[in-house]
């Protein structure tokens, strides 16, 4: 029969070896701590600046996304095929934060959404 004794020893020791077993590195060599990269181009006549951070504790990058440097559309990366997602356009994963944004662009054009 196991003693009260071992039994939290042993579930100490099961405990740290979890937490020790969950340790991330903070940033990838890709994504190593300094300045964000900055990409500006212009679509349909606005200015796009697709902005990426790194993010601390996750293998990916935050981006952000600006039409005409006022509106802003909310890009979330990590889709099946690790790509990007938006919630104005919640069903379609894109390859790059900037079809992403000729996506969203297009259909407020449209007449789809307004943002």
């Known amino acids: 029969m ?23 590195q903070p940033f990838s060599d890709a994504e190593a701590a300094g300045p964000p990269l900055e990409e500006r181009f212009t679509y349909r006549g606005r200015e796009v600046d697709v902005t990426r951070h790194a993010r601390a504790g996750h293998g990916h990058s935050q981006v952000q996304v600006r039409v005409n440097a006022r509106k802003e559309i909310h890009v979330h990366r990590g889709g099946p095929r690790d790509g990007y997602l938006t919630h104005a356009l919640p069903f379609t994963e894109y390859p790059s934060p900037q079809q992403l944004a000729r996506a969203v662009i297009d259909a407020e054009d449209a007449g789809l959404l307004i943002i």
């Open 2 to 24: 196991i003693s009260r004794r071992h039994y939290i020893a042993g579930t100490w020791a099961v405990f740290a070896s979890a937490a020790i077993g969950t340790v991330v």
